[in-house]
C-alpha cells in the first residue's frame, strides 16, 4: 500500500511537472509581448525594453525556463506582470471562493446523482424513472449560464429569497452551487443508472440473489459498489469540468474565483499568473483523482495494485 | 415513421422487455404480460418523438433554404425585438432577424459542432482508452499520465488558446472543443477495459491463445460499446454547450448564421424585455440533446451485448 | 491668463447641468436643504467593470473608464472641469500661466490632507508628476502630462509646473481623474503595488480590494475641500461605499431589481425602458466626454489607403438606423468624432453633413475595378473586397452587434465584412503590425487633444486603432497643443474633425451615454462634467 501511494505521489508531481511546462510553452508560443501590454500604449521602444528587463522576458525561452522552475521547486511562482503582486497572493484571495464552490457542488452532484440514479435504476421503466430520466436530461441540456440567469430571475429578482452577487456569506452560495451541481448531477445521474442496471445484470447478482440475500442488502453492498467504477471515473473528470464551469458561474454571479482571473491573464499575458492559476488547477485535479484511483482499490477488489 | 425504424422499436422494446422480465429488480410477482405488453408500446412512442426531432433537425442542417420563411442574415430595422406573431412566428432578435429562420439555419452549426467534436474526441479519445486499458503496464502508465496532464488544464483554457493562436472560427472551435474532450472518453475507456480484462470469457480466450487484437476486437470492444454510446450520446450535448460557454465569454463565432449556443447566449440579457429571443434556442438545444440522449438509451439497449448472451 | 480664487468660484448647483447633453431621464434633486436622514449608511454599488479582475487603483496607471469611476472618489484634482468646459479651482486655489505659456504657477489649499495623514503641499505635487514624467514606470497617464519639463517647490503652497513647449491641453488633463494626486508617502512606500493600496486626499479613504469584486471605501471625515462643483461642503454624507465588479449587464440589472444593491451603473439599453417605468427605481444619465466610439478604416492598408474606396465603405453605411436598432433610442448618433458636450466639439457643424447613398457607393466601386462576383462579394483581380474587423473588448456596449449591423448594410455594397474577435495581446500584435482593415474604438478624454494622440503619426503608439498620416490634420492637431486662445483652437479642431469626417478616415458611431440606475433609497450621486460619478453628495434615505 505505501509503494503504491508512493508511486502515486511520484505520478501526480510528473502530472504537475507536465501541465505546468505544456502551458509554459504554449503561453511562449502565443502571440503578443507581455512587456508592451504592461508598458501600455503610450510607452517609447527603451521603456517597453526596460520592462522587459524588468519581467524577465529578455532572457531566452530556456532561462525563463529554468528561472521559474527553480523558483516553483523553491515554492516562489514568481510576480504578476500586470499587478507587480506575488502570483501567491492573488490566487490566494481567489482560492478559497473557487475551492468552495466547486466542492460543494461537486457534493450536491454526488449526493443527488447517486440518489437520482440508484432511485430511476431500481424503478426502471416506471414512472419514477421516467420523471428522473426526463428531469436529468433537462438540466443537463441547459448551458450553465442559462440555468443561472433562470435561477437569478427566479430567486432574486422574482422571490427576492437569495442574493444574485457576490460572494462571503453561505447565501451567496446558494444559487452558483445550485447551477453548477444540478448540471452536474444530471450527468452523474445517468452514469449511476447505467451503471447499476448493468451491474444487475452480472452473474453475481443473480448468485447472491439466489443465497437469499435480502435485495437491499444486494443493491446497496454489492450492486452500487461495483456500479461505482465508471462513475467514479466520471467524478474525477468532472472537478475537471466543474473548474471550467467555474469560470462562467463566477462571472454570471459576480464572485470571485480563479476562473476569472485565468480569463483576465490569459486576455494579458500575464504569465506568472496563468501559471500559478494552472498549478492550482493541475494540483488540485491530480490530488481529486488520486483519491478517485485509490477508491477503486476499495470499491472494488478485482482492481490489482 | 419508416418500417425499419419501426421494427428496430419493436425489437429494441422486445429485449427491453426480457430483459425486465429476466434480471430487472422489479418484484417479480406482477403479472408478466401486462408489462410486456406496456412496454412493447411505450418504448416506441419515445423512440418515435426524439426520432422525429432529430430527423427535423437534420433535415433543417441539409436544406435550411427551403425551411426558414426568411434569410436569417436579413435585418428588419423595423421590426427589432418583436414577440412571436403570424409573420415572424418565433418573433425577432435584437437585429431585427427572424428567430425561427435563425434556428433552422443555426442547426447546421451546430449539428456540425456537436457531431465533428464528438467525433474527434470519441475516436482519438477511445483509442487512447483502449490502448492504456488493454496493454497496461507501461504504456498505460505513460499514456494515462499524458491525459492527467491534459485533463489537469481546464478546458477553457485550451479553447481560449486555441482561440487565440488560430482565430475564432466554427472548425477552430470544432478542434478545441473535440480536443478537450478527449480524455474524458479515454477514462471511461480505460476504466471499461480494464473491468473487462479481469471477466472470465477474456480471461479465458487468453487461455486458449486467442490473438489479443481477436480479444480486442471481438470481446473487449462490443462490451465498452454501451458506456462509449452513452458518453458519445451526451457528449453531442456537451459539445454543444461548451461552444455555449465560449460565446458567453466572448470566444464564439461571430457568423451571420449563428449557432444556437451563441443565439441564446446573445439573448441571455433580453430576457426580462423579449424572452423569446433567448428561450427558443434554449429550447432548441434542450431538444436537441434531450432527443439525442433518448435515442443513445435506445441503441444502448439494442447493442448491449449482455442482452444477448442472458438469453 | 486667467486667475481663479476659490471664494470667486460660485459653488454651483449641479442638478440643472447634469442632463444638459442628454435631456433624458429622472434625476433626484440633491443639494436642497439637507434632512436629518442625509447621514450614514454604506451605499452598495454594482459596477460594470466588464470581465476585468484586475482593479489597478493607480489613477495614474488605468485608462479604464471602469477604475476611473472608482478613483474619483478616493483621488481629488488640482483643478475641477465646470459644467462649461472650462477649468476652476480644487486642490490648487488659484494658478497663473506665464505669456509664453510654458510655465504654470499653482497656489495651493494648505488645508489638505492625505488620507495617510501626510501634508498636500507643493512637493506632494512635484512627486506626482516626476512620478508620472519617468519613462521607466510606463505609466498611462504619460500623455496627459505632455512636454513637461519639471516642477519647482517654489513654497509650501506654491508649484512651478515648466514645459519644453507650450501645451494647451494641461489645464484640462489636469482635471482628469488620471492626474488625481497621489499621497507621496503611499508612492514611496508601496511602489509598484500602490494601485492595491490607494492614497489620496478624496471624500472617501480606500478600506480594502477584493481582487475582482470588490472595492470597499469608508468617509473620509476630515474632507474639507470639495470642488466648486460640489453639492455642499464637508464630508460626504455617506459612512461608505462598496463597489461590486458585476460584469454580466443581466445580473447587473437582477442585483439592482432585486435589491440587493442600492445602484447599478451601465444599463443596458433594452431595460432602461423598464427602469424608467418602475416607480421604486430612477435613471441618472450624462454624456461622457470622450472621442466617441468611431470606426477607423486602415488608411494604411490597400484598399482603404484610396479616399474613394473609404468614401464607398461609409456611404454604405446607415448610421442612424445602426445607432436606432441597437441602442433602442437611448443614446444619440454621433457625427463628429468628439463627444457634443466637449470643448471643440465638432458635432453641431457636421451634423446631416452627410447621408447613406449606395448608387453612389457602387458607381465608385465599379468605377475602380471592383466588380460583383461570387455571392454578391465584389472582387478585383481576383481578390474579394473584404473588411477584416478587428476588435477585442467582446460585445461591451453592444458593439459587436454594431458590427453585425455593419456587416449587413456593407453586403448590400458589396462589401464582406469578417469579425476578428481577439484577447488583447493578440489584438494590440495585429493593430501594430498593420493586419486589420477596420478598428474601432473610444477613449475618455476631456480634451480635443484626444485627436493628436490617434490621428497623428509622432508621438501615436505602434499599436494605435487609427491609421492616419494627414501632414494637414497633423499639422492642426500639432498647432492645437499650442494655441492658448480658445476660439482658434476650436477652429482648428473644427477643421480636423471635418476633414476625419469628410475623407472617410474616421465614421463616428454614436454618443455615450454613461447612466446609473438607483433604488428611490439614493439620492444626491452626481455625474460630473467628465462623465464620472461623484459619491461626494449621496446619501440614502431609511
Partial sequence: MWSYLAYRLAGAVLVIYGAVTIVFLVLYWLPGDPAVLVAGESATAETIANVRRQLGTDQPLWQQYTTYISGLVQGNLGVSFSTREPVSGRLWAQVPSTLALTLLACGVAIVLGILLGVTAAVNKERWLDHLIQTLTVFVTAMPSFWLGILLIMVFSVGLRWLPAIGNGSIKQLVLPVACLGLIASGRLARMVRNSVLDVLHEPFVTTLRAKGLRERRVLFRHVLRNALIPVVTLLGMLIGELMSGAVVTETLFARQGVGRILVEAIGVKDIPVIQGVILFAAVFYVFINTLVDVSYVWIDRRVEL | MSGSTGAWSYEASFVMSRRIAGAGLAPFDRPRERWQVTLAVMPRLSLLLPMLVIALILACAAVPGWLAPFDPVDMDGDAILQAPNAVHWLGTDNLGRDVFSLLIYGARQSMLMGGCAVAIGGVVGGAIGLAAGFAGRSTDVVLMRLLDVWMSVPDILLAIVLAAALGASLPNTIIAVGLVTIPRYARVMRAQVIALKGRLFVEAARATGVHPVAIVLRHILPHTLSPMLVMATLGVASAILIGASLSFIGLGVIDDRPDWGFLLSQGRSYLAVAWWFATFPGLAITALVVSVSLLGDALRNRVDPRLRTDQ | ?542
Fill in chain 3, 1 to 542: 491668463m486667467p486667475i481663479f480664487e476659490t471664494n470667486v468660484a460660485t459653488r454651483r448647483q449641479f442638478a440643472g447641468l447634469l442632463l444638459a447633453g442628454a435631456g433624458l431621464g429622472a434625476l433626484p434633486a440633491p443639494g436642497r436643504a439637507a434632512p436629518a436622514s442625509r447621514h450614514g449608511g454604506e451605499l452598495q454599488f454594482a459596477l460594470d467593470g466588464a470581465a476585468v479582475v484586475k482593479f489597478v487603483l493607480d489613477p495614474h496607471n488605468s485608462g479604464f473608464a471602469p477604475h476611473n469611476r472608482v478613483f474619483r472618489s478616493i483621488f481629488d484634482s488640482l483643478v475641477v472641469l465646470l459644467p462649461d468646459q472650462s477649468v476652476g479651482p480644487w486642490l490648487a486655489r488659484s494658478w497663473e500661466i506665464n505669456p509664453e505659456q510654458t510655465s504654470y504657477t499653482f497656489k495651493l489649499r494648505t488645508d489638505v490632507v492625505f488620507h495617510d495623514g501626510t501634508r498636500f503641499d507643493a512637493a506632494a505635487v512635484k512627486a506626482n508628476l516626476d512620478r508620472i514624467k519617468n519613462p521607466m514606470n510606463a505609466l498611462v497617464a504619460l500623455p496627459d502630462i505632455g512636454p513637461y519639463a519639471g516642477a519647482d517647490v517654489l513654497a509650501d503652497d506654491t508649484v512651478r509646473i515648466t514645459l519644453s513647449e507650450p501645451f494647451a491641453p494641461l489645464l484640462r488633463n489636469l482635471s482628469k481623474t488620471t492626474l488625481g494626486i497621489v499621497s507621496p508617502t503611499a508612492l514611496a512606500r508601496y511602489g509598484d503595488t500602490v494601485g492595491q493600496n490607494p492614497v489620496g486626499t478624496g471624500p472617501f479613504r480606500f478600506v480594502s480590494l477584493a481582487q475582482g469584486t470588490e472595492i470597499r471605501l469608508a468617509k473620509n471625515p476630515d474632507y474639507q475641500w470639495a470642488p466648486p462643483t460640489a453639492s455642499h461642503a464637508g464630508p460626504a454624507y455617506l459612512d461608505g461605499i462598496v463597489f461590486k465588479n458585476v460584469p454580466e449587464e443581466s445580473t447587473r440589472v437582477a442585483a439592482l431589481q432585486s435589491r440587493q444593491v442600492h445602484a447599478a451603473d451601465s444599463i443596458p439599453p433594452q431595460n432602461v425602458t423598464a427602469i424608467k417605468a418602475d416607480p421604486g427605481l430612477r435613471l441618472l444619465q450624462k454624456e461622457l466626454l470622450n472621442n466617441n466610439y468611431t470606426l477607423y478604416p486602415n488608411a494604411a492598408k490597400a484598399p482603404w489607403d484610396d479616399e474613394e474606396i473609404r468614401l464607398a465603405f461609409r456611404l454604405s453605411l446607415d448610421v442612424d438606423a445602426i445607432v436606432r436598432i441597437i441602442y433602442l433610442g437611448t443614446l444619440p448618433r454621433a457625427w463628429a468624432p468628439l463627444s457634443p458636450s466637449m470643448f471643440g466639439s465638432g458635432d453641431r457643424q457636421l451634423a446631416g453633413s452627410w447621408k447613406p447613398d449606395y448608387k453612389r457607393a457602387a458607381e465608385i466601386l465599379e468605377r475602380k475595378g471592383w466588380i460583383a462576383g461570387n455571392g454578391g462579394v465584389r472582387e478585383k483581380d481576383g481578390k474579394r473586397l473584404s473588411v477584416s474587423f478587428i476588435d477585442t473588448q467582446g460585445n461591451r456596449e453592444k458593439r459587436l452587434d454594431v458590427i453585425q449591423l455593419v456587416r449587413r448594410q456593407l453586403a448590400r455594397s458589396g462589401f464582406e465584412l469578417t469579425i476578428d474577435s481577439q484577447p488583447a495581446g493578440t489584438y494590440v500584435q495585429k493593430l501594430s503590425r498593420n493586419e486589420f482593415d477596420l478598428s474601432g474604438a473610444s477613449q475618455f478624454a476631456p480634451d480635443p487633444d484626444v485627436l493628436r494622440r490617434l490621428h497623428a503619426p509622432e508621438g501615436r503608439d505602434k499599436s494605435s486603432v487609427s491609421k492616419v498620416a494627414d501632414p494637414e490634420i497633423s499639422q492642426w492637431l500639432k498647432d492645437g497643443t499650442r494655441e492658448g486662445e480658445a476660439e482658434r483652437r476650436t477652429e482648428l479642431y473644427a477643421k480636423v474633425q471635418r476633414k476625419l469626417v469628410e475623407k472617410s478616415y474616421a465614421i463616428p458611431i454614436y454618443v455615450l451615454l454613461y447612466n446609473i440606475a438607483t433604488t428611490d433609497a439614493v439620492s444626491g450621486i452626481n455625474i460630473d462634467t467628465h462623465g464620472f460619478p461623484h459619491f461626494h453628495g449621496a446619501w440614502l434615505s431609511t
